[in-house]
């Protein structure tokens, strides 16, 4: 061949093309036709796959082209197989020059576009199958005219439209036609029958239309007919019958009507036989026992009725019975205990009476379904009467809406192929047997809507296959047994309006395929699992109407738990119930030892028993802190000596954060973590083993503990490892929030100096405070130094004014107490910890409220109300309590012999009669001047309001403490 590209041949094709006569062996003595019209054809088409490679334009024959056969004397190309090539593109005109091809096969690849009128004509071809492509548009009308030898045409799952043509009427020699799965509408052309030579008709999944016509007996050769999924009306034409070859026959899913015709009952080679979804009626036929061959009979979704014939149990080769969705009555024929072959059985949706036959456990059965039928009515329990010495074959079993009560006592553990068991909605009493868990084949148990009673089986662990439980509406009660642990499939548990009792077992946590939980209307008691949070793939989760109690649990799927799905526990609390959790409780204190504040344990001693467990708790937590603080510190000490010594090179080593406002930012990262100073060099002079002594501890508030390091200038700073790690947001935010902290400059704040990130562990670096905290001035401090009136006007008005100046930055503290309030070494108080909540990802109530604002006695009340926005004014309310505080040198709260008193109700209480004077602290008496210390009590009772909006802004508070101090008019309007 001397053609050398493809370019030079295409144009060569074109003259040929146009030149109908053109002679081509003339032109070139040894060009081969097939050749050029495969390499035409290939020039049509994509080949991603490189199946073609080994088609080449030089060669001088195509017999060894990979997918090409030819006949051995003549070298000519009679097989194109190509199937499954992942060929994409036209079939274009190229296998027209074919004249030997007997055999073109294309199917399943992604060809597209439309089918040539001509492809029907070569002479040779006998097979044609282009089925599993993307071909569209019409079939040719005149492509079945002159079809010649053609025997066998598929152009299944394609996308051709618009009507059979006429002319396959034509096509005499056709013996296989395979039109199903396009959209090929309008009506059966008639002339079909006359095809006497066809075998096989598949026209299934299209739109086709009207009757059936007549004519069909003129088919003596059918073997098989296939018209499902299409539109056709009208009743099956008698003629069907005298298609004695008839093995298969498919018209399911049409709207045929009318009875089944009489002359069925002479194909008895007819194995398969499916007139299912139709609207055929009429009772089924007595002689459906002649069909000896049928493997398959569907009738369901007609509208049978009457009983079943006998002679159904002639039928020995019957592998497959569907009878569902009809109107059948009657029981299940006795005869069909010599349905020996029988799989599946399929009665369901009828009105079926009678017993459960013994002979469906002695049989080989694989699925019965009877559910939704009337059985049992009057028979004791469902599956007594099957004999032990079954075969152990049934995998599905449905008997669920049927009239079956009684016991479950059999020994359902014979069933050991079971897969599915649904007995739902019976009237079935007693236990539901240990048995159960014998089944370890079991998928799907569904025992729901009953009257069971007795208590969850602990042998239910052992069906450790199972994936979907279903026992609610029953009368179970009991525990739930931990042993569900074992069934670790499981994604469905059902159990909810029994009478179950006891806790939610936390294996439940363990089951992490879990999507659906209902455990709603029970008798469930105690507090949830917080492994439950584990879970990852929840999707709803019911714990309604139960005596659940305590915090829901917090993270995952239950950060977003519809309240409906919680409702009904009055116990329960959490921000998914509207309702808060208490921090402590009332006498005697409970502690929760995963709270992060343990201060409480020293603010408010109890019994020496409570006192040992509080020690442990907390030595647990400081030898866990401590341990990572180390971590922390040694890396920042390497940090330290890097930075040193490279600024000893270099001072151009220091990296500066691009856009910052600090003046000097020295930032380094490592794989360690990243140290930013906000103002100078970190400098830290303190080796790892302060750390590791309770004596640098300073304290700890719901953000972390506080620890106490000197920096090599001799200067101390105060250092806080946040507990709250999990919560952290990423590390770009935390950062862009750190950095705002930082720039807040006042004289009455503790300033924030830098920070430390890790991915696990972040430091934040503030001013060390010299004077302790407020709180231990006020309650801790020795009987003789105590603060003096000016000491505690200077706090309250220093307080006010560093909170004044949080709130014009938009920066709400959330934890305002008196720990956070620290005293340097003029007496002047410093407000530390604030804005930390900015840090956290979500500023929801219930963080807030668990996390923050766990302090007594400070947390204003629309933290328990979820319809009041939270704002600064919370921030207000905490304030007004410090300034009672401050005053009357009581705890917020205060814990006597058998009650508890609330600080702002006894002020206020005080105040209503008269006595005012008597709160202020009895250190102080005869040395406070009563015409300040009475307003400024008034101020901290206005900032106590329930309601937010009746609550002065800082502003005015700082404006109003001014005016108290210098004593004029004014003072007289705070009345
Ligand atoms: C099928 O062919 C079309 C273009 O004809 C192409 O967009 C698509 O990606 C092909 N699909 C596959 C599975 O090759
Ligand atoms: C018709 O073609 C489809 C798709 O290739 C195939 O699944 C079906 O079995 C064929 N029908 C017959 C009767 O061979
Ligand atoms: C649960 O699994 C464990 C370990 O496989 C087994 O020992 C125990 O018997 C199982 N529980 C039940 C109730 O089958």
């Known amino acids: 061949m001397n053609m050398k590209n493809l370019s030079s041949l295409m144009l060569f094709w074109v003259v040929l093309l146009l030149v109908p006569s053109f002679p081509v062996r003339s032109l070139?003595?040894?060009?081969?036709?097939?050749?050029?019209?495969?390499?035409?054809?290939?020039?049509?088409?994509?080949?991603?796959?490189?199946?073609?490679?080994?088609?080449?334009?030089?060669?001088?024959?195509?017999?060894?082209w990979f997918g090409v056969k030819c006949n051995p004397r003549s070298?000519?190309?009679?097989?194109?197989?190509?199937?499954?090539?992942?060929?994409?593109?036209?079939?274009?005109?190229?296998?027209?020059?074919?004249?030997?091809?007997?055999?073109?096969?294309?199917?399943?690849?992604?060809?597209?576009?439309?089918?040539?009128?001509?492809?029907?004509?070569?002479?040779?071809?006998?097979?044609?199958?282009?089925?599993?492509?993307?071909?569209?548009?019409?079939?040719?009308?005149?492509?079945?005219?002159?079809?010649?030898?053609?025997?066998?045409?598929?152009?299944?799952n394609n996308r051709f439209s618009g009507k059979i043509p006429v002319s396959l009427g034509s096509c005499a020699t056709l013996a296989d036609i395979n039109l199903s799965w396009n959209q090929l509408s309008g009506s059966l052309p008639a002339g079909i029958w006359g095809l006497n030579g066809l075998r096989s008709l598949d026209l299934s999944g299209n739109l086709l239309e009207g009757e059936i016509p007549k004519g069909i007996e003129a088919l003596n050769n059918l073997r098989s007919i296939n018209l499902s999924k299409n539109r056709f009306t009208g009743q099956v034409p008698d003629g069907i019958g005298s298609c004695l070859l008839l093995r298969s026959i498919d018209l399911s899913m049409n709207l045929l009507s009318g009875s089944v015709p009489n002359t069925i009952q002479k194909l008895?080679?007819?194995?398969?036989?499916?007139?299912?979804?139709?609207?055929?009626?009429?009772?089924?036929?007595e002689w459906i026992g002649e069909m000896k061959n049928l493997e398959t009979l569907d009738f369901s979704m007609n509208k049978f009725s009457g009983q079943?014939?006998?002679?159904?149990?002639?039928?020995?080769?019957?592998?497959?019975?569907?009878?569902?969705?009809?109107?059948?009555?009657?029981?299940?024929?006795?005869?069909?205990?010599?349905?020996?072959?029988?799989?599946?059985?399929?009665?369901?949706?009828?009105?079926?009476?009678?017993?459960?036959?013994?002979?469906?456990?002695?049989?080989?059965?694989?699925?019965?379904?009877?559910?939704?039928?009337?059985?049992?009515?009057?028979?004791?329990?469902?599956?007594?009467?099957?004999?032990?010495?079954?075969?152990?074959k049934i995998q599905v079993l449905d008997l669920s809406h049927n009239s079956f009560s009684g016991e479950l006592t059999y020994d359902i553990g014979v069933l050991s192929s079971l897969q599915f068991l649904n007995l739902s909605r019976n009237s079935l009493i007693g236990p539901v047997p240990g048995t159960v868990g014998e089944l370890k084949a079991l998928d799907v148990l569904d025992l729901s809507h009953n009257q069971l009673n007795g208590s969850i089986p602990m042998e239910i662990g052992g069906?450790?296959?199972?994936?979907?439980?279903?026992?609610?509406?029953?009368?179970?009660?009991?525990?739930?047994?931990?042993?569900?642990?074992?069934?670790?499939?499981?994604?469905?548990?059902?159990?909810?309006?029994?009478?179950l009792s006891g806790p939610i077992p936390a294996e439940i946590g363990k089951l992490n395929n879990l999507e659906n939980v209902d455990l709603s209307y029970n008798n469930l008691a105690g507090t949830l699992p917080k492994q439950l949070a584990n879970l990852p793939h929840l999707l709803s989760f019911n714990i309604s109407h139960n005596n659940l109690q305590g915090e829901l649990p917090a993270g995952g799927f239950f950060n977003t738990i519809s309240p409906t799905a919680v409702s009904g526990n009055p116990s329960l609390c959490g921000s998914a119930v509207n309702k808060s959790c208490p921090a402590v409780l009332p006498k005697p204190i409970v502690l929760n030892p995963n709270s992060s504040s343990d201060s409480i344990s020293e603010e408010f001693p109890t019994t020496v028993g409570h006192k040992r467990i509080i020690l442990s708790?907390?030595?647990?937590?400081?030898?866990?802190?401590?341990?990572?603080?180390?971590?922390?510190?040694?890396?920042?000490?390497?940090?330290?000596?890097?930075?040193?010594?490279?600024?000893?090179?270099?001072?151009?080593?220091?990296?500066?954060?691009?856009?910052?406002?600090?003046?000097?930012?020295?930032?380094?990262?490592?794989?360690?973590?990243?140290?930013v100073m906000f103002s100078g060099e970190p400098d830290f002079s303190t080796g790892a083993h302060a750390l590791f002594t309770k004596d640098c501890e300073l304290g700890r508030g719901g953000f972390g503990a506080v620890y106490r390091t000197v920096l090599r200038d001799g200067r101390s700073v105060a250092i806080k490892k946040l507990t709250v790690s999990s919560l952290v947001k990423s590390q770009e935010e935390f950062e862009r929030e750190v950095k705002k902290l930082g720039k807040i400059q006042h004289s009455n704040l503790v300033a924030l100096e830098g920070y430390y990130w890790t991915p696990s562990l972040q430091l934040l670096i503030y001013e060390f405070v010299s004077g302790g905290s407020l709180y231990k001035h006020l309650h801790e401090g020795s009987v003789g130094n105590y603060l003096s009136w000016n000491d505690r006007f200077s706090i309250i008005l220093g307080t006010a004014k560093s909170l004044?100046?949080?709130?014009?930055?938009?920066?709400?503290?959330?934890?305002?107490?008196?720990?956070?309030?620290?005293?340097?070494?003029?007496?002047?108080?410093?407000?530390?910890?604030?804005?930390?909540?900015?840090?956290?990802?979500?500023?929801?109530?219930?963080?807030?409220?668990?996390?923050?604002?766990?302090?007594?006695?400070?947390?204003?009340?629309?933290?328990?109300?979820?319809?009041?926005?939270?704002?600064?004014?919370?921030?207000?309310?905490?304030?007004?309590?410090?300034?009672?505080?401050?005053?009357?040198?009581?705890?917020?709260?205060?814990?006597?012999?058998?009650?508890?008193?609330?600080?702002?109700?006894?002020?206020?209480?005080?105040?209503?009669?008269?006595?005012?004077?008597?709160?202020?602290?009895?250190?102080?008496?005869?040395?406070?001047?009563?015409?300040?210390?009475?307003?400024?009590?008034?101020?901290?009772?206005?900032?106590?309001?329930?309601?937010?909006?009746?609550?002065?802004?800082?502003?005015?508070?700082?404006?109003?403490?001014?005016?108290?101090?210098?004593?004029?008019?004014?003072?007289?309007?705070?009345?």
């Open 28 to 64: 070139s003595p040894s060009l081969n036709d097939d050749v050029l019209g495969l390499i035409v054809f290939k020039a049509d088409i994509q080949d991603p796959s490189q199946k073609l490679s080994s088609w080449n334009e030089d060669d001088d024959t195509p017999c060894n």
């Open 75 to 156: 070298s000519r190309v009679t097989e194109l197989n190509l199937d499954g090539f992942t060929l994409s593109g036209r079939i274009g005109r190229g296998l027209l020059q074919l004249k030997f091809l007997r055999k073109l096969s294309l199917a399943r690849n992604n060809l597209s576009g439309t089918i040539s009128p001509n492809l029907a004509k070569l002479e040779s071809l006998r097979i044609i199958d282009l089925s599993e492509n993307s071909l569209s548009g019409f079939i040719p009308d005149d492509f079945f005219k002159q079809c010649g030898s053609l025997r066998s045409i598929s152009l299944a």
């Open 268 to 285: 008895s080679l007819c194995s398969y036989l499916n007139l299912s979804m139709n609207s055929f009626v009429g009772e089924v036929p």
């Open 308 to 392: 079943v014939p006998e002679s159904i149990g002639s039928l020995n080769l019957l592998k497959v019975l569907n009878f569902s969705a009809n109107g059948l009555n009657g029981s299940l024929p006795a005869s069909m205990e010599n349905n020996v072959n029988l799989l599946a059985l399929d009665f369901s949706q009828n009105l079926m009476t009678g017993d459960l036959p013994g002979w469906i456990f002695k049989s080989g059965l694989n699925e019965v379904s009877l559910s939704e039928n009337k059985l049992g009515v009057n028979s004791s329990n469902p599956i007594s009467a099957s004999p032990r010495t079954s075969l152990q």
């Open 463 to 499: 069906a450790f296959s199972l994936k979907d439980l279903r026992l609610n509406a029953n009368f179970l009660g009991g525990k739930i047994p931990t042993s569900i642990e074992n069934c670790t499939s499981l994604y469905t548990l059902i159990i909810s309006q029994n009478n």
């Open 617 to 675: 708790i907390s030595a647990l937590i400081a030898i866990g802190a401590a341990a990572v603080i180390v971590v922390g510190v040694i890396a920042i000490t390497v940090l330290n000596l890097r930075v040193r010594s490279s600024t000893s090179r270099s001072a151009a080593a220091l990296t500066f954060s691009a856009g910052d406002d600090f003046s000097h930012s020295p930032t380094t990262d490592a794989n360690s973590g990243k140290l």
């Open 804 to 975: 004044a100046h949080l709130h014009q930055s938009n920066i709400i503290h959330y934890n305002i107490k008196s720990s956070n309030v620290l005293i340097d070494g003029s007496g002047e108080p410093k407000l530390g910890d604030y804005g930390l909540a900015r840090l956290l990802p979500m500023l929801d109530r219930y963080v807030l409220s668990s996390k923050i604002q766990s302090a007594l006695g400070y947390m204003a009340p629309e933290f328990a109300c979820r319809t009041v926005k939270i704002n600064e004014k919370c921030d207000v309310y905490g304030f007004g309590v410090l300034v009672l505080e401050v005053v009357t040198g009581k705890r917020p709260v205060e814990y006597m012999e058998d009650d508890v008193v609330v600080l702002c109700d006894m002020v206020r209480g005080a105040l209503e009669e008269g006595r005012v004077e008597e709160c202020v602290d009895g250190r102080l008496q005869g040395k406070f001047p009563a015409e300040e210390a009475i307003p400024v009590m008034k101020l901290g009772l206005i900032c106590t309001s329930q309601v937010p909006s009746n609550r002065p802004d800082m502003g005015e508070v700082v404006n109003i403490l001014e005016l108290i101090r210098c004593p004029s008019e004014g003072q007289e309007d705070l009345g």
